[in-house]
């Protein structure tokens, strides 16, 4: 019996850690086999591009590396990950929640293109991993939205200001803007479930969040 995927995708710090946290006790209360998993695999060696990508060793800015080759960098992390630490629970019927997948290159590097070619990327991509590269489609996505600026500011706190420690990404509002609109672009062309999460800038509590992504996931539960 395979499992189910279900991913928690956002902008930076729109909560995804937090959500699939408070998702994961509430299955595991009911006795559900679940695993939580959080992509990039910043600990793991395979997933060296990717750091170099996001620390600016390949340009200082996100569009230095084009959005198809950052794909592949970030698709690699995802297959090995798969293939050395959860296709035995995902084989054996465990809900697997994913903070982060594929779903953030269809996010953050579709943002990159001129809006005409984004059907052409994600075609492109989700063939890519799912099908050429064999890692499990997601049964579910849900896209916790924040406004750009809401993201900014959380991660303001989260670093204390110190701008050093943001990755390229991070620092980058009008990337961050663009990236916002290409995944309610995905959400409303995929189907993604979105949940609302800041109201006038402030963020709602992050119980009542959970409690509409389990709303939004517990049909196929």
């Not at 006795?31 to 910043?42: A, G, H, R």
């Not at 896209?143 to 670093?159: C, H, I, N, P, W």
Request: net charge negative; glycine share 8%; with cysteine.
């Amino acid at each position: 019996m395979s499992g189910r995927l279900i991913v928690i995708e956002g902008l930076d710090g729109s909560g995804k850690a937090t959500q699939t946290k408070l998702l994961f006790d509430r299955l595991c209360a009911d006795n559900e086999k679940v695993m939580t998993l959080s992509f990039p695999c910043y600990d793991d060696e395979w997933s060296a591009p990717v750091r170099m990508y996001l620390g600016g060793e390949f340009g200082d800015k996100p569009g230095d590396v084009n959005g198809y080759a950052a794909s592949v960098l970030f698709a690699v992390d995802r297959f090995a990950s798969y293939r050395k630490d959860w296709h035995r629970q995902y084989n054996d019927g465990y809900i697997l929640l994913s903070d982060r997948y594929t779903t953030s290159n269809a996010v953050y590097q579709a943002g990159k293109l001129d809006h005409d070619r984004w059907n052409e990327y994600l075609d492109w991509l989700f063939d890519f991993e799912y099908k050429l590269m064999g890692i499990p489609k997601p049964d579910a996505v849900i896209f916790l939205d924040v406004s750009a600026e809401t993201s900014g500011a959380l991660m303001q706190k989260r670093y204390v200001g110190d701008e050093t420690k943001k990755d390229i990404h991070e620092r980058d509002l009008e990337f961050q803007r663009k990236s916002r609109e290409a995944a309610l672009y995905c959400a409303n062309k995929q189907g993604w479930r979105v949940v609302q999460c800041d109201e006038s800038g402030v963020m709602r509590n992050p119980e009542d969040i959970a409690n509409d992504v389990f709303d939004a996931v517990h049909d196929l539960i």
